[in-house]
């Protein structure tokens, strides 16, 4: 049972233009979201969060937007760059006394062609 | 500041070999955690440490083991190697391990089973 999909292995995109990775939960009791970045070879890499208070928080070029009715959030990254091409993961936590886990999407692979 | 360090980086057993696996955590994190990446699987939730006490594991058999020292370094021990063991195994640390937090992971050790 996943309980966070990102249900495209795979994303292509023109240098300049946006890029938007997709995730969607079914467990109501996160209420803390996260994305992370994987180059080949590294561990994955914290690139921003949102807390299930706010619907949208940005960080520079990048930008997460949460649904909490569609159990959805999306990663915008503008203007896309050849970068940040990586894996990108979708995660998610619920704040439980006593314990800390993050729940992993499978992944969403971005290709930026310059 | 130094992040997190696992070690070995890359190594290959044989099935029924045992595994042990180490990771320091980022000075003055307390809580460890353990993530499975395999192919196609994403990142999946092992266990995690805070204080030298497991708070939380995943759903992995028991060969899967592990244990945090009180400088908060943690190693996991992997018994009995099965050839579906061949993964890249991730360790992350955070200061508090609960509610909002940012995990921070190590580069992994690459295990391969033959």
């Known amino acids: 049972d996943q309980q966070v999909k990102q249900n495209s292995p795979s994303l292509s995109v023109q240098e300049g233009r946006i890029s938007i990775l997709n995730c969607d939960y079914t467990?109501?009791?996160?209420?803390?979201f996260l994305w992370y970045k994987k180059y080949p070879a590294e561990g994955p890499t914290f690139l921003i969060s949102i807390s299930s208070i706010k619907d949208k928080n940005e960080d520079g070029r990048f930008t997460v937007f949460l649904n909490k009715s569609a159990k959805h959030l999306s990663l915008h990254i503008v203007p896309s760059q050849p970068g940040d091409s990586a894996v990108y993961f979708c995660a998610a936590s619920e704040a439980r006394a006593g314990s800390y886990q993050l729940t992993f999407g499978k992944g969403t692979k971005l290709s930026v062609i310059p | 500041k130094a992040g997190v360090t696992q070690t070995p980086r890359y190594l290959i057993k044989t099935r029924g070999q045992q595994v042990t696996l180490s990771c320091s955590p980022i000075?003055?994190?307390?809580?460890v955690s353990w993530y499975q990446q395999t192919p196609g699987q994403g990142l999946q939730f092992l266990f995690e440490?805070?204080?030298?006490?497991?708070?939380n594991k995943g759903n992995f058999p028991g060969r899967f083991s592990g244990r945090q020292f009180s400088n908060s370094r943690s190693e996991m021990n992997v018994s009995t190697l099965e050839l579906g063991d061949s993964a890249l195994y991730l360790c992350?640390?955070?200061?508090?391990?609960?509610?909002?937090?940012?995990?921070?992971f190590g580069a992994g050790s690459r295990l391969t089973v033959l």
């Open positions: 440490y805070f204080s030298e006490t497991q708070r």
């Open positions: 467990n109501s009791m996160f209420d803390y």
């Open positions: 992350a640390s955070s200061l508090q391990g609960a509610g909002a937090n940012v995990l921070t």
């Open positions: 000075s003055g994190h307390r809580s």
